[in-house]
């Protein structure tokens, strides 16, 4: 069982910054793949970047290349993601979302592949 809590969320103007962190607890594993899926009022869950290791690969949406960074704290045991150039489409609830990897040692975009989950954090982007 995996414990992921988000942190990090809040308001911001557009063409701002902002981390958003994931922790994780409980894991029996020496390898993951933890992601962030994102989600707007009225909208699909989607896709936003993913990390595994150990093969240390990462894979972002092409909305948020060049823009957000996502990298591994393991001193810390979070996943961070660093948000930069935000625009207003970038406003919805980030997931945490983490799979063994022992399922495969590469990032999923699919949400249904994950089986454990954050609460989410709010990220607002103003116009």
């Known amino acids: 069982q995996v414990q992921l809590v988000e942190s990090g969320g809040g308001l911001v103007q557009a063409g701002g910054s902002l981390r958003i962190s994931c922790a994780a607890a409980?894991?029996?594993?020496?390898?993951?793949?933890m992601t962030w899926f994102r989600q707007a009022p009225g909208k699909e869950r989607e896709f936003v970047a993913g990390?595994?290791?150990?093969?240390?690969?990462?894979a972002y949406d092409d909305s948020v290349k060049g823009r957000f960074t996502i990298s591994r704290n393991s001193a810390k045991n979070t996943v961070d993601l660093q948000m930069n150039s935000l625009e207003p489409e970038d406003t919805a609830v980030y997931y945490c979302a983490a799979r063994p990897a022992s399922y495969g040692d590469y990032v999923v975009l699919e949400s249904d592949a994950y089986a454990y989950w954050g609460q989410g954090t709010q990220v607002t982007v103003s116009s």
């Open positions: 409980g894991r029996t594993s020496s390898g993951y793949c």
């Open positions: 990390i595994s290791w150990p093969s240390d690969l990462t």
